[in-house]
């Protein structure tokens, strides 16, 4: 029977969640998970398979215009400028600023509540 060891907390990668607002009036209608797949998308697009890999962008989290995007602390600029670069969601104009970038979940969701 074999196993794999777990890898030591100094050993794994640091994440930063980055809390961003969209600002456009005509994403409103749009549902949050669709929100946040397109976004999902774009990032991808914008940053190729292999920096995508590489920022371990898994979970993007959206509420209403604000949302949160889990990456690791090397590729956390490349990620605020992509976000920067986005202009259209599903066909629709947008501006994503972001807000707050954070070491921990629970202050990012904090953040995200103050909308």
């Known amino acids: 029977m074999s196993y794999t060891k777990r890898l030591k907390p100094s050993h794994r990668e640091k994440k930063r969640y980055i809390v961003y607002e969209i600002k456009g009036e005509e994403f409103k209608d749009m549902n949050n998970r669709i929100i946040a797949k397109h976004l999902k998308e774009e990032l991808f697009t914008l940053l190729g398979v292999w920096d995508s890999a590489r920022a371990g962008i898994i979970e993007i989290t959206q509420r209403g215009n604000r949302g949160i995007i889990r990456t ?15 202009r259209r969601l599903n066909e629709k104009r947008v501006r994503i600023d972001t807000i707050y970038i954070s070491g921990t979940l629970k202050k990012a969701k904090e953040m995200l509540k103050e909308v």
Not at 72 to 86: M, R, W, Y
């Open 72 to 86: 690791t602390t090397k590729q956390l600029e490349k990620v605020i400028a992509t976000l920067g670069l986005i």
